[in-house]
């Protein structure tokens, strides 16, 4: 499967983005699809998952109540809803997808990686 990340921007804190990860390739709906972030300097770190149907979801800490990843498989897209972003959520972003909702904090575990989308907050 190809993952197409997007949506990512200059916002200031407190503002909102909403990040899409279109697949293509093959059934989207086979995959959970988890979204990962890098910050300059930092490792890559886990942000949300969402399982295939959509019912169950993973958040970090550092962003519970802040975002909310959803998809819709209809249009073989996953989203992450970010709101009341900080300056500390500057970060390149990437979507990512496997087949198994096991292990999903793991990015060693997915199979399927996109490019990453710029999103970077100001104070």
């Known amino acids: 499967v190809q993952l197409q990340a997007s949506g990512g921007g200059l916002v200031q804190a407190e503002g909102s983005l909403r990040l899409s990860c279109a697949a293509s390739g093959r059934t989207f709906s086979s995959y959970i699809t988890g979204w990962f972030r890098q910050a300059p300097g930092k490792e890559r770190e886990f942000v949300a998952a969402?399982?295939?149907?959509?019912?169950?979801?993973v958040y970090a800490d550092a962003v519970k109540g802040r975002f909310t990843i959803s998809r819709d498989n209809a249009k073989n897209t996953a989203y992450l809803q970010m709101n009341s972003l900080k300056p500390e959520d500057t970060a390149v972003y990437y979507c990512a997808a496997k087949q198994s909702f096991n292990d999903v904090m793991n990015q060693g575990s997915y199979d399927y990686w996109g490019q990453g989308t710029q999103v970077t907050v100001s104070s």
């Open positions: 969402i399982s295939w149907s959509g019912r169950g979801t």
